[in-house]
């Protein structure tokens, strides 16, 4: 099977070497909110809203840009980690990716179903911004349990 939507084998590892420590580090930096004063700059933006000054269409804006690092850093990470050949890639393992990816959208949309029906306000704002990346997170773990029980029962044979 021709899968050329997947990246070479070694976007995997790459992409495992950035994600984690850009994941736990940026969970951190935005829970506590750390914002580095050499990270303010003036940045483009295309719409900003600010509750005490005007609407902004097409500006500069002045932002610590740590956040965006750390969440360009997890989205390609993961993207990396996700859309990587296995060593093997056949047939079994693209339905095991394809059920994978269908279940990672199931189960991210049950979570925001959920959460429009049970949390409000600033926290529904919180699980807005992890809902950003839950979706990849949850294909990659999912994925990765199911290549590792296929593994698993390969040596069991053996």
Partial sequence: MNNNYLLPHKFKKMG???LIPSAILGF???VFEYEPYYLDFNVPAIFLDDIFENKLVFGMVENNILNEIF???IIVSSLF???SREKLEDEYISKIRLESLVWSVYANYGILLFSFVFIYNFSFLWVMIFNMFTILLFFIIRFTWQISKLK???LYEE
């Fill in 16 to 18: 495992l070497i950035m």
């Fill in 28 to 30: 951190f930096v935005l």
């Fill in 71 to 73: 969440g360009i850093l």
């Fill in 81 to 83: 980690v996700a859309f």
């Fill in 152 to 154: 698993k029962a390969a």
